[in-house]
C-alpha cells in the first residue's frame, strides 16, 4: 500500500467553480501537510502548509485535514483558467527521516 | 530574491555514465533536499542535507550520492546510468532543519534522459 493515494484525474471544471482535490493516507503519524501546484515543465510551488488536523485558508484556497479519516482536502474557489495545473499533496512527520512523502498529483483543467 | 537555482536544466546521457546535478539554495535557508519525479507520479525523496551534513535518505541505490558545500549548494551524482534513471530531478531548499518539518521550496528540476 502506498503512503500517499491521490486520484490522478484528470479533472475538468468550467470556470468559476469550487474545485474539490483529495488525498488519503496510511501513516497515522503525519502531522504535516502541503498542497503544491506543478505547471508543466516547472518545478512544484508550495501553496499551503497546514499541521494537524483543521482548516487553514488562503485567498481563494482552503486546505482541510481530518486526521481521524486520515483524509486531506485542497478547495479552489471561483477557479481560474490560470489554476490550471498538476496538485501535488505531500506530508511529513517528525520521525520520518526529514522526508516528505508525495501523492501522484492530480491534473486540473480550468475550461474558460 | 532569486528561488532555488538548478543546473542544468536538460541532460542526455547514455547507460553506464555518471551525471552531475547541482542545485543553489534560496538565500539564507541552509537545508537541501532532491527528489526525483518520474512522469505522471509524484516526487520521491533522494536524500536531504543540513550543514553538510546527511540527514535523511530515501530508498535508492548505492549508486546515487550527493554532498553540500560551505556555501550551502548542493551535487547530486548518479553512476552507472540506468534508463530507470531517466526522470526529472528536483532539489528543494527548506530554512533548517529540525525535529518539525519545514516548508520546502523547490527549483524548476534538471530533466535527465538516460538513452
Known amino acids: 500500500q502506498k503512503e500517499v493515494e491521490q486520484d490522478p484525474g484528470p479533472l475538468s471544471v468550467p470556470e468559476g467553480a469550487i474545485v474539490s482535490l483529495n488525498c488519503t493516507y496510511s501513516?497515522?503519524?503525519?502531522?504535516?501537510f502541503m498542497w503544491y501546484r506543478q505547471y508543466s515543465r516547472k518545478g512544484p510551488e508550495l501553496l499551503m502548509y497546514?499541521?494537524?488536523?483543521g482548516n487553514k485558508e488562503d485567498g481563494r484556497f482552503t486546505a482541510q485535514v481530518d486526521k481521524s479519516s486520515k483524509y486531506i482536502s485542497l478547495f479552489i474557489r471561483d477557479s481560474q483558467p490560470s489554476d490550471s495545473a498538476t496538485y501535488l499533496c505531500?506530508?511529513?512527520?517528525?520521525?520520518?527521516?526529514?522526508?516528505?512523502?508525495f501523492g501522484t498529483g492530480t491534473s486540473l483543467t480550468v475550461i474558460p | 530574491d532569486a528561488g532555488v537555482t538548478q543546473s542544468p536544466t536538460h541532460l542526455i546521457k547514455t547507460r553506464g555514465q555518471h551525471v552531475t546535478l547541482r542545485c543553489s539554495p534560496i538565500?539564507?535557508?541552509?537545508?537541501v533536499s532532491w527528489y526525483q519525479q518520474v512522469l505522471g507520479q509524484g516526487p520521491q525523496f533522494i536524500f536531504q542535507?543540513?550543514?553538510?551534513?546527511?540527514?535523511g535518505r530515501g530508498n535508492f541505490p548505492d549508486r546515487f550520492s550527493a554532498r553540500q558545500f560551505p556555501n550551502y549548494s548542493s551535487e547530486l551524482n548518479v553512476n552507472a546510468l540506468l534508463l530507470g534513471d531517466s526522470a526529472l530531478y528536483l532539489c528543494?531548499?527548506?530554512?533548517?532543519?529540525?525535529?518539525?518539518?519545514?516548508?520546502?521550496?523547490f527549483g524548476d528540476g534538471t530533466r535527465l534522459s538516460i538513452l
Open positions: 528543494a531548499s527548506s530554512l533548517r532543519q529540525g525535529r518539525v518539518p519545514q516548508p520546502q521550496h
Open positions: 501513516n497515522s503519524a503525519f502531522q504535516y
Open positions: 497546514t499541521y494537524s488536523s
Open positions: 505531500a506530508m511529513s512527520a517528525w520521525n520520518t527521516g526529514n522526508q516528505f512523502y
Open positions: 538565500s539564507g535557508h541552509k537545508s
Open positions: 542535507y543540513y550543514e553538510k551534513e546527511e540527514r
